[in-house]
DNA sequence: GAAATATATACACAATAAGATATATACATG
DNA sequence: CATGTATATATCTTATTGTGTATATATTTC
């Protein structure tokens, strides 16, 4: 539960999103990002060791240049964090899903009431 | 893309997720809140209209109580704005798949390369 | 090994956001 | 309609965070 907030901290800012973004396909070097983004190259540095520090991001040299990269593993733990939600939604579909073919048709009309 | 950022940053918040965590389950009065989260009424108060505001949770008033509950929506644009990341990935892994299976082997090998 | 290129870090400053206290609004009940 | 209960908002204070400038570190090239 303390895992996903650093991711979504890390998230929550314009310009990392926007970063994140840029990755999206692949692998960038600072610099290309630095282009991309309307941050100074400080800045830029900044966000990617946030990023990582949350586990969204990877690096790599490559001679002079840092090569980053987004990590799957980061996408996971949100997609885990969110199953936990997804369930009762399915739980109650499923109900509504017995109520409209019939069946424990009793049970869903108290239910309606209350 | 401007709408998932206001959802993260929702999220962002220790106070907050705890927040959403307690209406995991369903339906939550304010003051069933307060007495959950070590925090003074007022700020849950002020959280949960940043959580309404975000798209995340939806009210009913119920006499003088008012009932919070998750709205379904926000966590199917999270999983819409991931979906676009997953799927570069399992591109990936499709071309890794091909490699296994020794399929398209000369153009793997020559992926490997670069 | 000096200059150039690429990236990271230190520091100062400004803006933002969270928390508490006090107050306002809305509904319920006698 | 006065009182109590439930929730929202306004205001102040404090802590956090993003940004830029300047500087440090690392790598390549001549």
Chains 1, 2 share one sequence.
């Not at 070097?29 to 540095?45: F, K, L, P």
């Not at 240049?65 to 936990?84: H, P, V």
Request: avoid cysteine.
């Amino acid at each position: 539960m303390n895992v996903q907030i650093r991711l979504f901290q890390a998230l929550a800012d314009p310009a990392r999103l926007g970063i994140v973004e840029t990755m999206k396909t692949g692998e960038r070097a600072v610099g290309d990002i630095v282009e991309r983004m309307n941050i100074h190259q400080s800045g830029v540095s900044r966000h990617l060791r946030i990023l990582s520090e949350a586990g969204l991001v990877q690096m790599r040299p490559d001679g002079q240049k840092r090569l980053y990269s987004l990590r799957k593993e980061a996408f996971d733990q949100i997609d885990t964090w969110m199953a936990g939600y997804r369930r009762h939604w399915e739980k109650r579909l499923d109900r509504l899903g017995e109520a409209l073919e019939g069946r424990h048709a009793l049970r869903a009309r108290h239910q309606e009431k209350s």
